[in-house]
T-cell receptor, first 115, second 115 residues
Framework: DVKVTQSSRYLVKRTGEKVFLECVQDMDHENMFWYRQDPGLGLRLIYFSYDVKMKEKGDIPEGYSVSREKKERFSLILESASTNQTSMYLCASSWLVTSAKETQYFGPGTRLLVL | AQTVTQSQPEMSVQEAETVTLSCTYD???????LFWYKQPPSRQMILVIR??????QNATENRFSVNFQKAAKSFSLKISDSQLGDTAMYFCAFMFRRGNTPLVFGKGTRLSVIA
């Protein structure tokens, strides 16, 4: 079974803190994604990566950065957390070549509260 | 940019009844996939069903089936014999049939199955 794990299920941080959210997948997937999920807004893509050290901006990259130093690990960084970044963060991974059998596999999510 | 629209923010259905969730999308391309994902309360997002745009036959997975109308750009999900465990957020998603492309999600429909 594909496993995508996220470092924390719940996180409470203060405004201005630097926050690291870690995601690890065990299926040798090339693609990894970070989404933000808010009620009424669905899932919005923050960043994705299709290879080590590669990254692409999604729909809402402002206030975030990412790091992919190893294939299995994709980190989301909030350089200076703000209250409007309080949200659920979902990590996902998939193979590079899109095929009929494949899809994105999701982690359990990290619920972040910024006070 | 591609958009996915789910016009029903919330729905409810009696146990054992049938319910249909709506989804429309907008794209000028011909080669893509469509997905329905399920996110149970406090649990991980999982794939329910996928449809390849070049296939005319509607996909079916046990009690779940889709009505794919390519010309109308419509992709509805039908759940037959609804069960309490079907209570979840359901997201419709679109993806191009090529590598390095992320999913584009709708805003979701919250489905409640009532005993």
């Amino acid at each position: 079974d594909v496993k995508v794990t996220q470092s924390s299920r719940y996180l409470v941080k203060r405004t201005g803190e630097k926050v690291f959210l870690e995601c690890v997948q065990d299926m040798d997937h090339e693609n990894m994604f970070w989404y933000r999920q808010d009620p009424g807004l669905g899932l919005r893509l923050i960043y994705f990566s299709y290879d080590v050290k590669m990254k692409e901006k999604g729909d809402i990259p402002e206030g975030y950065s990412v790091s992919r130093e190893k294939k299995e690990r994709f980190s989301l960084i909030l350089e200076s957390a703000s209250t409007n970044q309080t949200s659920m963060y979902l990590c996902a991974s998939s193979w590079l070549v899109t095929s009929a059998k494949e899809t994105q596999y999701f982690g359990p999510g990290t619920r972040l509260l910024v006070l | 940019a591609q958009t996915v629209t789910q016009s029903q923010p919330e729905m409810s259905v009696q146990e054992a009844e049938t319910v249909t969730l709506s989804c429309t999308y907008d794209t000028s391309e011909n080669n893509y996939y469509l997905f329905w994902y399920k996110q149970p309360p406090s649990r991980q997002m999982i794939l329910v069903i996928r449809q390849e745009a070049y296939k005319q036959q509607n996909a079916t997975e046990n009690r779940f089936s889709v009505n794919f109308q390519k010309a109308a750009k419509s992709f509805s999900l039908k759940i037959s014999d609804s069960q309490l465990g079907d209570t979840a957020m359901y997201f419709c998603a679109f993806m191009f049939r090529r590598g390095n492309t992320p999913l584009v999600f709708g805003k979701g429909t919250r489905l409640s199955v009532i005993a």
